[in-house]
C-alpha cells in the first residue's frame, strides 16, 4: 500500500484556470505538508497541517488554499493558475506534529503542474 | 538569512567513494537531515544527525560539526543505482526544514 498518495501525477492547464491536487496519507501521521519544487529544485514548504489545524504558512498567495477534510487528507486547490506556478508540488506527512527534532517526512511520489 | 550550500553536481565512478558536503546557517539548529531524491521521484530519508561525529549506516554515513555549520554525507562502494540528487536540510529553531537545492550525483562504469 502507498503510504503517501497524491492524485493527478501530471496536470496541464491553462493560465486562469482553477486546479486542485489531492493528497492521503495511511501512516497515521498527525502533520501534512505540501512543498512546492520549481526547476531550481528548492523544496520549499507552503502549508503544514496538524490535526487539520494550519500551523505554518510561508507567505504563498491567496490562490493557494490548503483544505484539511481530516488529518489523513490535505488537498491543494489554487485559484487563477499563473505561468510561475508550474513546478512539482509534494504532499508529505510526519508522525509527529512539528515540535519532534526526528521530523522524518514521507513524500508523495509528486505532481507536475504545468501551466501553460 | 537562512542558507543551505551544497555542490550543485559531482561526478564519481562506480565502486568508488564519494563524499558530498553541506554547510548551513539556520536560526537555531535541530538537527541535519540527508534526503536522496531519483529523478522524477519523491525525496526519501537517508540520515539525521543532531550531534557532532558520524552516522554510519550501511554504505551510507553523515557526518557532522555544529561548530562549523558543517555536514557531510559518504558514499562508499558507489553502485550505478546512486545517481540521484542529494538533498541536506536543517531544521531551526521553529522545527521547520531549510532546504539546500541538493547535489546531482552522477556515477559512471
Known amino acids: ?116 | 538569512g537562512q542558507n543551505i550550500d551544497q555542490p550543485t553536481e559531482m561526478t564519481a565512478t562506480e565502486g568508488a567513494i564519494v563524499q558530498i558536503n553541506c554547510t548551513y546557517q539556520t536560526s537555531g539548529f535541530n538537527g541535519l537531515f540527508w534526503y536522496q531524491q531519483h529523478a522524477g521521484e519523491a525525496p526519501t530519508f537517508l540520515s539525521y544527525n543532531v550531534l557532532d561525529g558520524l552516522e554510519e549506516k550501511g554504505r551510507f554515513s553523515s557526518f557532522l560539526s555544529r561548530s562549523k555549520g558543517y555536514s557531510y554525507l559518504l558514499l562508499k562502494e558507489l553502485q550505478m543505482k546512486d545517481s540521484a540528487s542529494y538533498l541536506c536540510a536543517s531544521m531551526d529553531s521553529n522545527y521547520q526544514l531549510i532546504w539546500g537545492a541538493g547535489t546531482k550525483l552522477i556515477i559512471k562504469p
Open chain 1, 1 to 116: 500500500d502507498t503510504a503517501v498518495s497524491q492524485t493527478p501525477k501530471y496536470l496541464v492547464t491553462q493560465m486562469g484556470n482553477d486546479k486542485s491536487i489531492k493528497c492521503e496519507q495511511n501512516l497515521g501521521h498527525d502533520t501534512m505538508y505540501w512543498y512546492k519544487q520549481d526547476s531550481k529544485k528548492f523544496l520549499k514548504i507552503m502549508f503544514s497541517y496538524n490535526n487539520k489545524e494550519l500551523i505554518i504558512n510561508e507567505t504563498v498567495p491567496n490562490r493557494f488554499s490548503p483544505k484539511s477534510p481530516d488529518k489523513a487528507h490535505l488537498n491543494l486547490h489554487i485559484n487563477s493558475l499563473e505561468l510561475g506556478d508550474s513546478a512539482v508540488y509534494f504532499c508529505a506527512s510526519s508522525r509527529p506534529g512539528s515540535g519532534d527534532p526526528t521530523g522524518e517526512l514521507f513524500f508523495g511520489e509528486g505532481s507536475r503542474l504545468t501551466v501553460l
